[in-house]
C-alpha cells in the first residue's frame, strides 16, 4: 500500500458506520461500486468503490481490505475520452477533402461521429485511489491531495455511509491524539523549515534583509541535520 511518493489528506469522520467488517459495511460498498464504461459510446467518467484484493468491483471481502485496525479502501477512477489529436487528424482531412474550414455546426456533427465510431474500442483512463481508515480513532487518511480527487472521494463518502468527513491539519491531528496541553502550546510556535536544494545559498532561505535572521535559518538547518545523523 505504501508508495515512495506522493500526499496525503487526513480527514475525521463523523457519524455512525457500520462495523467494518459486517455485511452491512459491505453492503454500503456494493451499493456505490465501481462500474466498467469500456463499451461506453460517449465521453464518460465512473468512480466507484472496488476492493484491493478485486479491481472490478465486484466483491469486497473482508480479508482483502483489513490492515491491523484498520480498514484498507479503494476508489477506482475510469475516465473515457476521445483524445484530442485525434480529433484534429479528422478535422484536418475533412477540410482538406473539402477545400474550406469547418462551420462549428459541421465540428460538432464530425465530433459525434468520431465519438460514435472510435470510443467503443478506445480504453479509458485507469486511476486507483486508496484510503486507510482507522473506525476506532475516526481517522481516515487520503492517498491523495488534488482537489477534484477529494471532492470526488468525500462525494462518494457521503453517498456510501451517510456520514460527514472533516478536513484535519497538523494541530487538529495533534489534539485528537491526546498530547498534553504544553506541546499543544508549543505547536503555536512551530514554523516550518525548508531544507536548501543542492547548490543552493542557505541564507536565501530567510532573505537578505540584512538582520541575522539568515544566519539563524542557516544554523537551524545545521541542527536539524547533526539531530539526524
Do not use: C
Not at 500526499?7 to 467494518?20: H, I, Q, R
Not at 472490478?56 to 477512477?77: C, I, K, N, P, Y
Request: aromatic share 6%; hydrophobic share 40%; net charge negative.
Amino acid at each position: 500500500m505504501f508508495r515512495r511518493s506522493g500526499g496525503t489528506t487526513a480527514y475525521f469522520v463523523e457519524g455512525k458506520t457500520p462495523a467494518t467488517d459486517s455485511p452491512a459495511f459491505a453492503a454500503a460498498l456494493t451499493a456505490q461500486r465501481f462500474r466498467s464504461i469500456e463499451s461506453a459510446s460517449s465521453e464518460e467518467t465512473s468512480i466507484g468503490w472496488v476492493s484491493p484484493g478485486d479491481p472490478t468491483g465486484e466483491s469486497f471481502l473482508v480479508e482483502d481490505m483489513a490492515l491491523d485496525d484498520a480498514v484498507w479502501l479503494r476508489v477506482r477512477v475510469d475516465r473515457k475520452k476521445l483524445p484530442a489529436v485525434w480529433v484534429g487528424i479528422h478535422r484536418t482531412e475533412a477540410e482538406r477533402s473539402r477545400g474550406r474550414a469547418l462551420s462549428a455546426r459541421e465540428r460538432k456533427e464530425l465530433r459525434v461521429e468520431l465519438e460514435q465510431r472510435l470510443l467503443p474500442r478506445i480504453l479509458p483512463s485507469v486511476q486507483l485511489v486508496d484510503a486507510l481508515w482507522h473506525p476506532g480513532r475516526k481517522l481516515l487518511l487520503l492517498f491523495a491531495t488534488s482537489n477534484a480527487l477529494r471532492e470526488e472521494f468525500q462525494k462518494l463518502f457521503v453517498r456510501s455511509f451517510g456520514v460527514q468527513l472533516v478536513e484535519a491539519g497538523p494541530r487538529e491531528l495533534a489534539e485528537h491524539s491526546g498530547i498534553a496541553r504544553d506541546a499543544l502550546l508549543y505547536l503555536n510556535e512551530v514554523a516550518p523549515v525548508r531544507w536548501p536544494r543542492l547548490g543552493e545559498d542557505r541564507g536565501a532561505l530567510a532573505g537578505s534583509d540584512g538582520d541575522g535572521d539568515a544566519d539563524e535559518a542557516g544554523d537551524t538547518v545545521d541542527e536539524l541535520a547533526e539531530a539526524n545523523g
